[in-house]
């Protein structure tokens, strides 16, 4: 078994510094005391194995708000076995009462901000979400955007495909009107060599009979 006496400075009196002392002992075989001291220091007197020590040492070595512990100083002495368990040396009934009061007021502070913070998250969430909603307006106003091109750019296709379909339509009543002036030229040609032959044949008979040998 072990003993230290610790003297702890820095923010440990009227934040319930104390109670958090004796409540780190709860699950340590630890005996003992603290209590403030006249000069605002807290003393720690503790007894037990020195692993349970040293772990309880760390435990109450924090800066954590309210508390900070600014410096601890250890004695490392023999262990006595005077203390039954541990406990917490209360001062006069005004002092304790203060203290009390102070501790109070520092949790509501905390509370207040905490609260605070709260308030700044939830501002910040709401902000986000705003500009996340924003995005989305966008997001759906690039979209229709984009399908109005597509449809003008299906309407610029059809108005195309209607051209070509008049082009097609064009050419082809062109290549009709192609094949039937070939066809009327070819008959009337036709025709004009008949004649022309016949012409020939009258005139060749003619001269033979006028005894003309052509």
């Known amino acids: 078994m072990k003993r230290f006496v610790a003297t702890a400075r820095g923010r440990v009196q009227r934040v319930s510094y104390r109670e958090h002392v004796y409540n780190e002992t709860f699950e340590r075989n630890i005996s003992g005391y603290v209590m403030n001291l006249k000069n605002g220091e807290v003393e ?19 800066i954590h708000r309210p508390i900070a512990v600014k410096s601890f100083t250890v004695r490392w002495e023999e262990a006595t076995g005077e203390y039954a368990d541990f406990e917490i040396v209360r001062g006069e009934i005004q002092e304790e009462t203060f ?10 502070h905390s509370m207040d901000i905490k609260f605070d913070r709260m308030l700044d998250k939830q501002d910040q969430s709401l902000q986000l979400q705003h500009t996340m909603l924003d995005k989305q307006d966008q997001s759906l106003q690039l979209q229709h955007t984009m399908l109005d091109k597509q449809d003008q750019s299906l309407q610029l296709q059809h108005t ?13 009543e062109t290549k009709e009107e192609i094949v039937g002036l070939r066809s009327d030229t070819k008959k009337h040609l036709d025709d004009e060599f008949a004649e022309i032959r ?8 003619a001269l033979a009979r006028a005894g003309i040998q052509v």
């Open 44 to 62: 720690i007197v503790a007894e037990g194995s020195e692993e349970d020590l040293r772990d309880f040492i760390n435990a109450i070595n924090i």
């Open 99 to 108: 203290e009390r009061m102070d501790y109070a007021g520092n949790v509501l």
């Open 160 to 172: 195309m495909l209607d051209k070509q379909d008049q082009s097609l339509q064009i050419a082809r």
């Open 198 to 205: 016949k012409e020939l044949v009258s005139i060749k008979d």
